[in-house]
């Protein structure tokens, strides 16, 4: 029987190790929230949800906490976000799970904000912004004066509203999947290019600042912490064709873990067996 009971314990183990390490696969925790784009692959269908299992394969999962008070204050809500990006776009998956802490609303929209200023040294003096609604086309903005947005196509001159998303929510998470320019050049957008890093800047120092966040329309807030994003750059080996192999770049170490924790596994298993017959 005690033979039995170990054997059992030792079972499960091998179980829990497997499934442990399993949950992990392509989802990585973000130190700091330091946010690495992947190089699309697979295509995007801008539909505001993950439309089948390759679309957004291809991109790392980074656990992120949004917060009030930028960030600092509860309730703190466990969010994930999927990038990637082309030469011209830069492509968003974002789930943010609000179960137990808010009430989900159908009016509320995901936003992604950047404050800069061709000095970062001093204080920024130029804004952009994609609003991602659940309903209805999203908002390209500028022109932020730590209040109010103004919409880039009301804006003297106007710009062109370079945003394309949608999202949705289910009994746990709101999810929200879009699609923005690198660098369109309408006067009111950032201007980025594959392998920048923005969304640098810290404190004192108040340019360059990356902004993503959950609006509460009902209250008037705005879960939110700081992002910085570094996009990828074009693959230096052959071009591949778009709809690429599913990769995962830290799947190595993951399968030596498994490999490991398995083999040590089955080693008690059979020391046990030998040492009982
Ligand atoms: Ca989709
Ligand atoms: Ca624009
Ligand atoms: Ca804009």
């Known amino acids: 029987m005690k033979r039995m009971k170990i054997v059992k314990y030792l079972t499960l183990l091998i179980f829990v190790n497997i499934l442990l390490i399993m949950s992990q696969i392509n989802e990585i925790e973000a130190a700091n929230f330091q946010i690495e784009s992947d190089w699309i692959k697979n295509p995007i269908k801008i539909d505001g949800e993950i439309t089948n299992t390759t679309e957004w394969a291809d991109a790392t999962a980074y ?49 992604v904000y950047y404050l800069w200023s061709q000095d970062p040294s001093t204080a920024w003096d130029t804004s952009d912004a994609a609003k991602i609604h659940q309903m209805g086309s999203p908002t390209d903005l500028c022109l932020y ?34 699609t923005k320019s690198l660098n369109l050049g309408d006067g009111r957008d950032w201007s980025l290019a594959p392998g920048d890093t923005i969304g640098l800047g810290n404190t004192p120092q108040n340019s360059d600042l990356l902004y993503m966040g959950l609006y509460d329309d009902d209250k008037n807030e705005i879960y939110e912490t700081r992002i910085t994003l570094k996009l990828a750059e074009p693959p230096q080996e052959t071009r591949q064709p778009v709809g690429g192999e599913l990769t995962n770049k830290n799947m190595g170490p993951l399968v030596a873990q498994i490999t490991l924790g398995t083999l040590i596994s089955l080693f008690a298993l059979v020391l046990v067996y030998r040492i009982n017959h």
């Open 63 to 111: 656990k992120i906490i949004l917060g009030l008070n930028q960030g600092k204050s509860p309730p703190y809500l466990e969010s994930w976000i999927w990038t990637k990006n082309d030469n011209d776009n830069l492509y968003l998956l974002i789930r943010v799970e609000y179960i137990f802490k808010i009430t989900p609303d159908v009016e509320d929209p995901f936003l």
């Open 145 to 178: 004066d730590g209040t109010d947005w103004v919409d880039d196509t009301f804006a003297t001159p106007p710009g062109t509203n370079n945003v394309n998303g949608l999202g949705y929510y289910d009994s746990i998470f709101y999810w929200f999947e879009a």
